[in-house]
C-alpha cells in the first residue's frame, strides 16, 4: 500500500485529518431529515451555515504538527519549499 510507504507522523495527519469526510458527514447530518427542498438555493444556503459551523469546530491544532511539517518537507521538499517558505 502506498499509504504505509510514509513515516508514521506523515501517515497520522492524512489520517486523522480527512477533511472531505468530516464535511460530508455534517452534510448528511443537515439534510438526513429533510425529503426534499423547494428551490435549490434552499439548500445552498443549508450547506453554507453547515460550513460555516464546522469550521468553527476545527480549531483544535494537530498534536505534533512541527514535526509531522519537517517529515512532510523531507518527502516533498520541492513542493513545500516554495509554499512554506523553509
Not at 439548500?43 to 504538527?65: D, H
Amino acid at each position: 500500500m502506498v499509504f504505509f510507504k510514509y513515516p508514521e507522523q506523515i501517515r497520522r495527519v492524512m489520517y486523522t485529518t480527512n477533511t472531505i469526510e468530516a464535511i460530508h458527514r455534517q452534510f448528511h447530518k443537515l439534510t438526513k431529515t429533510k425529503v426534499r427542498f423547494s428551490k435549490q438555493n434552499n439548500l445552498l444556503k443549508l450547506l453554507y451555515v453547515g460550513i460555516k459551523n464546522a469550521s468553527t469546530k476545527w480549531t483544535m491544532p494537530f498534536p505534533n504538527w512541527n514535526l509531522a511539517v519537517s517529515q512532510l518537507a523531507i518527502c516533498f521538499e520541492e513542493l513545500l519549499d516554495a509554499t512554506l517558505d523553509l
